[in-house]
């Protein structure tokens, strides 16, 4: 069955860092555009960015420029790099394959808590 494992979230101070990972199985992750997620309290889950079979990327316009998102085909992996993190970054990230049109292809996984505090 799919499993898709987020982890790297953490508390981290304005201005600050963070590098979360998605761990995919159970589909062929080369063959899929693969996206993440967030989902601040209060507020819809939206979707941040996409990386394509081609390695292409969108973002979101709240994090463009700040955020990176990559994938490493042979470790079925997906990464978000966050720079420049702000205390609205606060939220639970999630991956997912598909794309903004597609919509989220499977069952969420846990998630991963960011919280960007002083």
């Known amino acids: 069955q799919v499993q898709l494992v987020e982890s790297g979230g953490g508390l981290v101070q304005p201005g600050g860092t963070l590098r979360l990972s998605c761990a995919a199985s159970?589909?062929?992750?080369?063959?899929?555009?693969m996206s993440w997620y967030r989902q601040a309290p209060g507020k819809e889950r939206e979707l941040i960015a996409t990386v394509s079979l081609a390695r292409s990327t969108n973002y979101a316009d709240s994090v463009k420029g700040r955020f990176t998102i990559s994938r490493d085909n042979a470790k079925n992996t997906v990464y978000l790099q966050m720079n420049s993190l702000k205390p609205e970054d606060t939220a639970v990230y999630f991956c997912?394959?598909?794309?903004?049109?597609?919509?989220?292809?499977?069952?969420w996984g846990q998630g991963t808590q960011v919280t960007v505090s002083s």
């Open positions: 159970g589909f062929t992750f080369s063959g899929i555009a």
């Open positions: 997912n394959a598909g794309t903004r049109l597609s919509g989220p292809l499977y069952n």
